[in-house]
């Protein structure tokens, strides 16, 4: 792809993103398993895909305006379906069985997030990818709730990355190493991957 090519999809997402003063960061970790190498035929995962929760909710506020990070938010919750969490979910994103036993439901943070979000208006959010979209719609019907962020414009910023640097599609981790930005954080953990996710959208846009 050449480089008008290139310029055409950032102006596309700059016009998409016009009216929004205030982009939300957004990364969710959520309960998961895996079956170990050399686990039996008839091995059953402790966790089934259609039954992970959100157990961390990591949020990073970038100013449009002067793309500085102006606020974070970060919440533990606590699962319902599955409160313990597997050694493979513990390993993956180092998040502590007590953080979760100590934490909220998923009605008492999103409505500790949704007056958060209440100061910044003209606000719309982004993921790296659409999991995290999806992840919320399945949290709200466990819940019988409205999803988190109800209301505000999603944005898929590894979309926006593919199309603007004309690369294939990666994971949040190569991404920032791609683009020559050190990886700040700990891999898997919710708070820590919107900042990463931030770095990237900033480089990206300004």
Not at 29 to 54: H, R
Not at 107 to 130: H, I, K, N, Q
Not at 143 to 159: I, R, T
Request: glycine letters at 4%; proline letters at 4%.
């Amino acid at each position: 792809m050449n480089i008008e090519h290139k310029t055409q999809h950032l102006q596309t997402v700059k016009d998409s993103l016009s009216s929004i003063r205030f982009l939300l960061c957004v990364d969710l970790e959520a309960t998961c398993d895996e079956l170990p190498e050399g686990a039996p035929p008839d091995a059953k995962l402790i966790v089934e895909a259609d039954q992970m929760e959100t157990i961390e909710v990591g949020l990073v506020v970038l100013d449009l305006h002067t793309f500085n990070v102006v606020d974070e938010f970060q919440r533990f919750v606590r699962p319902l379906i599955n409160p313990s969490l597997t050694a493979f979910c513990r390993s993956l994103t180092s998040i502590e069985q007590r953080y979760v036993d100590e934490a909220g439901t998923y009605r008492e943070v999103a409505e500790e997030l949704a007056a958060f979000t209440t100061r910044y208006p003209l606000a719309a959010w982004a993921s790296w990818g659409d999991y995290d979209a999806k992840q919320l719609a399945r949290d709200a019907a466990f819940n019988k709730c409205a999803p988190m962020l109800d209301g505000l414009e999603h944005h898929n910023a590894k979309k926006w990355h593919l199309k603007i640097l004309d690369c294939r599609a990666m994971g949040l981790k190569p991404a920032v190493e791609s683009m020559g930005l050190a990886w700040r954080g700990t891999y898997h953990r919710g708070i820590d991957d919107a900042r990463n996710l931030a770095q990237v959208i900033k480089m990206l846009l300004s």
